[in-house]
């Protein structure tokens, strides 16, 4: 035993020093193993041996090593993550935007599994869960101290298979229990339609695999159909992110010219600059973008990209914050490391993270009725996450903290029947900032010729 541990320290110092002077990701510089380090191997190879030895159970080498490595990522930040090789090819589900669940995106809040935001059209959407819920059990199990890998694994499962999650909210007197039906989650990330015959919209839900290929759709059947078009609304808003490239595609199908985004590490080679390119398609009338307190990571960089580029206006309520770029690299067994490795800033140069994007014109959602299942719900932002990695204003001054807000919430059924006028109706009068984006763009050319005038 002693000489297998002996074998592990060596392995263990070299392989560190490999990593040091050969990368992966870093520059070419060669640094020797200081004698802190070697101490802190050492430290580590005795706490193996002790546990080994000692524990009430027999305990397995390679549960102890791969548990110590994902507690070292995930002491880093709230986003950084160690998978093993099941929790990778979830990871790879989810950018295909098919699988069986439930359809929330989680975060982790004081150590708490936290609903940042439910999916449209989702068993989650539909049973009511809100942005900021906080899941104390699933299916029983206390979450406190639950990954959430672990958590996502174990909502996951076959369609038409329940789950029991526990819901604290702050205007619940006590938890209460969510029985929510799995289903086949095949998100279609690209819905549009077109309000008085003027005005486009295009709600963009998540980014994912086909997201660019289904907004260029979207947007060739609204100029297609409508000659007499005025303005185009984009709705990201409780659109938690997703594919990088997609975001960028997505902000490029909207502007001819200028950055899109740009991120910066610590090491050069993972730092990158996206810039768009004219292909004569781009719409040329003016453009809203809609954003909330659910609004994250690329959802973020497309606001930013048509702010700061003069293209569109951005109106609602300050975005998440989520400013970081996590690279996925895999590793020889099939597991793999999500690592933050950079920040993404806006091509002003603003930096995303844990700021968000500030809207120019505020204006906060004002729901046609209010009761005890529509108070209002603390909204999750990047700055609330524990271990968050800091933006770069937070030490200067506190962010002002806006009215949190519920999501939007979707007609009923009943609502959505019938002729198309009457749902455009119900739309704009359940939504206030879809329609004072609307009402906007359908004044946009009063407001000119009273300009010239």
């Known amino acids: 035993m002693k000489h297998a541990k002996g074998k592990l320290f060596a392995a263990l110092c070299l392989l560190l020093m490999l990593f040091v002077v050969l990368g992966p990701y870093g520059d070419s510089r060669v640094s020797a193993l200081d004698s802190s380090t070697y101490r802190s191997l050492k430290l580590f190879n005795e706490?193996?041996?002790?546990?080994?030895?000692?524990?009430?159970?027999?305990?397995?080498?390679?549960?102890?090593?791969?548990?110590?490595i994902a507690?070292?990522?995930?002491?880093?930040?709230?986003?950084?993550?160690?998978?093993?090789?099941?929790?990778?090819?979830?990871?790879?589900?989810d950018t295909s935007g098919t699988f069986g669940g439930l359809g929330i995106v989680i975060a982790m809040q004081n150590d708490q599994l936290t609903v940042v935001s439910p999916i449209e059209d989702t068993p989650a959407y539909q049973a009511g869960l809100k942005a900021g819920d906080r899941i104390l059990k699933i299916?029983?199990?206390?979450?406190?101290?639950m990954s959430i890998q672990d958590a996502v694994k174990k909502m996951r499962g076959p369609e038409n298979t329940k789950v029991t999650l526990t819901i604290f909210r702050k205007d619940m007197k006590e938890p209460k229990?969510?029985?929510?039906?799995?289903?086949?989650?095949?998100?279609?990330?690209?819905?549009?339609?077109?309000?008085?015959?003027?005005?486009?919209?295009?709600?963009?839900?998540?980014?994912?695999?086909s997201t660019a290929d289904e907004l260029k759709k979207a947007l060739q059947q609204i100029n297609g159909k409508n000659k007499n078009l005025q303005g185009i609304v984009i709705d990201v808003r409780n659109n938690p992110g997703g594919l990088l490239d997609q975001a960028v595609k997505a902000s490029d199908a909207f502007l001819k010219s200028g950055t899109i985004v740009s991120t910066k590490g610590r090491v050069k080679s993972i730092e990158s600059k996206f810039v768009a390119r004219d292909d004569g398609s781009e719409p040329t009338v003016p453009m809203v973008v809609l954003v909330n307190e659910g609004t994250a990571s690329a959802s973020e960089i497309l606001a930013g990209a048509l702010q700061d580029n003069g293209k569109a206006i951005v109106l609602g309520t300050q975005t998440f914050g989520k400013g970081s770029v996590q690279t996925v690299i895999p590793l020889e067994d099939g597991s793999a490391l999500k690592l933050t490795t950079a920040k993404y800033f806006t091509p002003n140069g603003r930096s995303i993270q844990a700021e968000g994007i500030k809207p120019d014109i505020v204006v906060e959602l004002i729901r046609p009725t209010e009761g005890p299942e529509n108070a209002d719900t603390q909204m999750l932002r990047e700055k609330d996450l524990r271990g968050h990695i800091k933006g770069d204003q937070e030490d200067v001054k506190k962010p002002v903290e806006s009215k949190p807000k519920e999501e939007v919430k979707k007609p009923s059924e009943s609502q959505s029947q019938g002729k198309d006028q009457d749902k455009e109706k119900t739309d704009l009068q359940r939504d206030n900032q879809l329609k004072s984006a609307v009402d906007i763009l359908k004044s946009w050319e009063v407001f000119k010729r009273t300009i010239k005038s």
Request: no cysteine.
């Open 47 to 68: 706490v193996i041996d002790i546990v080994e030895k000692n524990y009430v159970e027999d305990v397995k080498q390679k549960k102890l090593i791969d548990e110590a």
């Open 177 to 209: 229990d969510y029985v929510i039906n799995r289903a086949t989650i095949k998100i279609k990330s690209v819905k549009h339609n077109v309000y008085d015959g003027t005005i486009g919209y295009i709600r963009i839900s998540a980014f994912q695999e």
């Open 71 to 93: 507690g070292m990522i995930k002491s880093l930040d709230p986003h950084s993550a160690f998978m093993t090789p099941d929790q990778y090819k979830e990871l790879q589900v």
């Open 139 to 145: 299916d029983g199990q206390i979450t406190k101290g």
